[in-house]
């Protein structure tokens, strides 16, 4: 799976932009793709097909940084596939990392609910920052959703794991 060049430039920016402070944790809901988090920083979003005209295949990137963090969901859509959740989702995972050069950590599988999905941890070399990346990786029926945390490997923040902790689906 493509993961996009303008996301690691957006991370890159972030450490180095991010001088506007952490705000005041808030929950965060997608109506339409149906979850919510906690988040300290107010989320933009952006849609882009990273598919093809003939085959569309949509992603929708939900992101905002603070304090050197940044918070991202990613929503790819996909089509119906025989190949197994677990499969998908370590496939998944591997472009992802290819995606910015990462070094995995650690991984395992888990769940949310019903939702099978993944957790991991991985360093990269971001520009001149080393960063560590956590990240949660969850299938369902028609979506893949993963919901990562950016900082320098320096930034020893415990906030930032409420991100990822307080991710929910909505009607799973």
Known sequence: MKYRLLLLMSIVISFAVSASGQGQWK???SAGHQFSTQVPCEIETSRENIGTAEAPQFQTFYECSADG???NISVNDITKSAVADNELLI???KGMLEGF???LLTDSAITLGPVPGRRLTAGAK???IDALIECLIYKTSDRIFSVAVVAATTN???DKGNFLTSFKFQNK
């Open 27 to 29: 929950e965060y809901k």
């Open 69 to 71: 963090v940044y918070y």
């Open 91 to 93: 496939a998944f995972q």
């Open 101 to 103: 050069g990462g070094k």
């Open 126 to 128: 971001l520009g001149e």
């Open 156 to 158: 020893k923040s415990s």
